[in-house]
């Protein structure tokens, strides 16, 4: 470790890895906000609350209920999507179609619906939740790289390719696209276009449980610890095109390098991680409002 | 036409006496902590103007109001701590402080319409306590322990007739008199006419000559410097301020009071504020009732959840929607039971979009 400190490029190289990791992170989130984006042209405000509260059942099943964690995940995930399918139909429906700023309203009643019950359950108190991981890093050439960081980012990987697959090749995932992008003509081709959006929201909220269960070793548990990521998935969603399922996950990994070399070389980089991921969505809006990957939208008038 | 007074109609000028006497006797008839809170319903009915101003009127959603509280409120406090400058001097220049850098935050809220300009504020809201919070700004923004300032007290000649909680309500609520009486003539101007214009119809507004850049800036800026002179008094009525008070959670607060109250509607920031003042304090007090094992929640932020989406299900237009509804109800029976016609207000923004108003179409 001395060694390391004495050498800025693995020092450098390791933040870079570090930084990947928790991108993976963002870019569940950021995937889970497009999907919603997509299918109903809002940003749901509450997709981190909805994350934070799968993490605290999943602190209970743990801490409660003593189950190990490779029985609490998947079954946390069923959870959350159930929730997300609940939330839709109840929350959401009465409101499709309403104007955008009705929705954000609804979605923010969500989010301070959400963290209230949260902390009225669980109290706000600083809680440990348990890695799945061994702590014990892994050193390769010289650098020495957490095994918690793997885990998470191999984790993030593979349920974002789950969904890739899913979208890509089930019939299901097929019928959700249709129905977010043509509502109209997958009605017409009898396409129950209202459950689609249902699917979506739980689809949503698996995901984003997925990425809470994955930072919540890092950061700690309590009602406002997926604040901070909630804007750093929106910097990633911004970045990579708001309708870019590829670019969420593209600018998740580079808003985690991004803020991981901010954080570590700027003086008081800690303090500058969140401006920073407002500067961000500023600029790329200014500058490039499609993001990396996204179309420009055109505004018909 | 019936009886007027001073362009008002009898009953308005009924209501708004009854109301003034209600402000005025407050704080000699209650106790220090009920008019500790009511002096805070002020302050968070100044914000909840501004905000209205923004939303309700030029139809720019903001999640970052209460970064520009913040921007008021530290103004004040640096001010009063560095320079040792009179609370009652800062507050303007607060408003002016505030009131610049939501001009500048306009310029890029400008190319941001809807949902990014939602996103951007929000980031905006959560960024500003860790800019306060940086260890080496400690120098000047004195860090996490925050700035206490001193109680502020009356003036000599009235300090024998009013306490000091007594004082600070009054100044609170006379400056935010003057702050509604300038919300309520900006709504009545030019610009306020032109801010409604841009949002019905951005188009039909730019087609009407009406400058979308200036506006929308201008009423970002007029909303801050609202936000700033209620994050001043804030200030100076807690005679403390640290990073944590000017939280993401404030931001939302200030959006549910705007909506509980009525976007659009002058009066809805009171009421709105009395929502967002009274109603932790009355959910505090309803944990204590238990029915049998089951114990009431303490937390606000529950009721806050569950009021906004009931409000916005069956009254967009939030409370003074329902009472203007009910005031036109009486009109249209007082004057059917005459056999008059009566003229009623049209709809407010909330309500029309609740109901599909379709934008208005332009023909040549």
């Given at each position: 470790?001395?060694?390391?400190a004495s050498?800025?490029?693995?020092d ?12 993976g992170v ?32 999943a ?16 079954l946390t995930i ?14 959401i429906?009465?409101?499709?179609g309403k ?17 209230g019950?949260?902390g ?21 050439a010289g ?33 959700m696209r249709a129905?977010?992008l ?15 959006l ?18 919540a070793p890092?950061t700690?548990?309590d009602p ?6 909630l ?10 095109g ?19 070399v ?15 991921a407002l ?7 200014l500058?490039?409002?499609a ?6 939208a055109?505004?018909r008038? | 036409?019936?009886?007027?007074f ?6 308005t ?25 009511f ?13 209205n ?7 720019q ?6 970064a ?7 103004t004040?406090?640096l ?7 009179s ?14 850098f ?21 980031a ?6 860790p ?47 003057i702050?509604?009486?300038?919300a ?12 409604m ?40 009525h807690v005679a ?31 009421l ?5 003042v ?30 906004l ?38 709809p ?5 979009e ?11």
């Amino acid at each position: 470790l001395v060694e390391l400190a004495s050498s800025p490029i693995l020092d450098f190289i390791q933040q870079v890895i570090s930084g990947i990791a928790a991108g993976g992170v963002y870019a569940s989130l950021a995937l889970a906000l497009v999907l919603i984006y997509r299918a109903m042209d809002v940003a749901n405000f509450a997709q981190g609350e909805m994350a934070m509260f799968s993490t605290f059942v999943a602190y209970s099943l743990i801490t409660g209920f003593h189950l190990p964690f490779a029985v609490v995940f998947p079954l946390t995930i069923l959870i959350a999507f159930a929730g997300g399918v609940l939330i839709e139909r109840v929350m959401i429906r009465p409101f499709e179609g309403k104007p955008i700023i009705t929705l954000v309203i609804v979605t923010l009643a969500l989010f301070t619906l959400t963290n209230g019950l949260a902390g009225l359950i669980w109290g706000y108190i600083l809680k440990d939740f348990p890695s799945p991981f061994p702590a014990q890093p892994i050193t390769f050439a010289g650098l020495y790289i957490g095994q918690q960081d793997l885990g998470l980012l191999a984790t993030c990987l593979v349920i974002l390719s789950i969904v890739y697959v899913f979208f890509r090749f089930t019939k299901v995932g097929l019928a959700m696209r249709a129905a977010a992008l043509y509502p109209e003509s997958s009605k017409l081709v009898g396409i129950r276009v209202s459950w689609m959006l249902a699917l979506g929201w739980g689809l949503a909220s698996a995901i984003g449980a997925t990425a809470g269960m994955m930072i919540a070793p890092i950061t700690f548990l309590d009602p406002y610890f997926m604040d901070p990521i909630l804007l750093f998935a929106f910097a990633a969603a911004v970045l990579g095109g708001i309708e870019s399922p590829l670019g969420a996950v593209l600018g998740g990994l580079l808003v985690g390098v991004l803020l991981a070399v901010v954080g570590t070389y700027l003086p008081a980089g800690q303090n500058l991680r969140i401006p920073f991921a407002l500067v961000v969505i500023v600029a790329v809006l200014l500058i490039r409002p499609a993001g990396l990957i996204g179309r420009a939208a055109v505004k018909r008038v | 036409m019936s009886t007027r007074f001073l362009g008002f109609s009898i009953p308005t000028v009924i209501a708004a006496g009854i109301g003034l006497v209600v402000l005025i006797g407050i704080p000699l008839v209650t106790d220090t902590f009920t008019t500790f809170e009511f002096a805070a319903v002020g302050i968070f009915a100044i914000a909840l103007m501004g905000l209205n101003l923004l939303t309700g009127y030029s139809g720019q959603i903001s999640l970052g109001n209460g970064a520009f509280m913040a921007i008021g409120g530290y103004t004040t406090a640096l001010m009063t701590h560095h320079l040792g400058i009179s609370y009652w001097l800062t507050i303007p220049i607060a408003a002016l402080v505030a009131g610049l850098f939501g001009f500048l935050f306009g310029f890029p809220a400008l190319r941001l319409s809807g949902i990014y300009l939602a996103l951007a504020t929000f980031a905006l809201a959560l960024a500003v306590p860790p800019i306060i919070d940086i260890d080496k700004l400690e120098f000047f923004f004195l860090g996490h322990s925050g700035v206490s300032l001193h109680p502020a007290h009356p003036p000599g000649l009235l300090a024998s007739s009013f306490s000091d909680d007594q004082w600070l309500y009054y100044v609170i609520w006379a400056i935010a008199g003057i702050m509604f009486v300038i919300a309520w003539n900006i709504v009545r101007s030019s610009t306020g006419r032109a801010f409604m214009a841009v949002r019905d119809s951005e188009t039909a507004a730019t087609a009407s000559g009406i400058s979308l850049s200036y506006y929308k800036t201008l009423a970002f800026g007029i909303s801050a410097a609202f936000s700033g002179v209620a994050g001043s008094l804030l200030a100076i009525h807690v005679a403390y301020v640290n990073p944590d008070v000017f939280s993401l959670q404030l931001s939302l607060a200030l959006l549910v009071g705007v909506v509980i109250g009525g976007l659009g509607f002058e009066f809805g920031p009171v009421l709105g504020a009395l929502f967002v003042v009274w109603l932790p304090y009355l959910s505090e007090r309803m944990s204590s009732i238990h029915i049998g094992s089951f114990q009431l929640p303490s937390k606000p932020d529950v009721f806050f959840g569950i009021l906004l989406v009931i409000i916005i299900f069956f009254a967009p237009s939030g409370t003074m929607g329902v009472i203007m509804r009910g005031i036109s109800w009486y009109r249209v029976r007082r004057a059917a039971a005459r056999g008059e016609a009566v003229s009623i207000a049209p709809p407010t923004v909330m309500e029309e979009e609740a109901v599909g108003g379709e934008p208005t179409e332009i023909t040549n």
